[in-house]
């Protein structure tokens, strides 16, 4: 337990070494999808969820991008644009992604009256900042630009159909 306190923080912290540790580790795969579940549970909350079927809307819509949002990565980063050495597969692209995901605990402070809202946009986008760092070791990829592209494309998809399935919801 005390190895995925560690890697919780050291992913928050932008720690590439805990990013390539992850991405070797297969046993870091479990954990990786709990990070997700208990990130989603906490961005529902601090997104206003307040009773049960809106909270099992916006926890499976989370969920549900998440996961269309690591197969855009893996395609686009691994297919399209690739580096050279770039050598990936879902597990690697899961497994990074998830523990780029811890720092989405904090979107439960969403609730508080007042700045909740602006805490919940700036851990969002501290999310999608570890995201990159997340790919950029999952993809081998020596350019941080070139992650950061292959994460806002995917991004970019991820949130159209995160916040379609908000409104078909809700």
């Known amino acids: 337990m005390e190895l995925v306190w560690s890697r919780l923080i050291g992913a928050a912290g932008f720690d590439v070494q805990t990013y390539e540790d992850v991405e070797a580790d297969r046993a870091a795969t479990l954990p990786a999808i709990g990070i997700v579940i208990v990130s989603s549970i906490a961005g529902a909350i601090g997104a206003g969820a307040t009773d049960i079927r809106s909270m099992a809307g916006l926890l499976f819509g989370m969920m549900f991008t998440w996961m269309v949002w690591v197969l855009l990565t893996l395609f686009i980063g691994g297919t399209l644009l690739p580096e050279k050495q770039t050598r990936v597969d879902f597990g690697q692209i899961l497994r990074t992604t998830g523990f780029s995901a811890s720092i989405g605990i904090l979107r439960v402070l969403g609730v508080i009256p007042v700045i ?24 081998d990829y020596t350019s941080t630009i070139r992650a950061t592209a292959v994460c806002v494309l995917g991004w970019a998809i991820h949130v159209i159909l995160f916040f379609g399935f908000v409104r078909v919801m809700v």
Do not use: D, E, P
Request: charged share 10%; proline share 0%; no cysteine.
């Open 116 to 139: 909740g809202k602006l805490i919940f946009g700036i851990v969002t986008i501290w999310m999608l900042l570890t995201f990159v760092i997340a790919i950029r070791q999952a993809l």
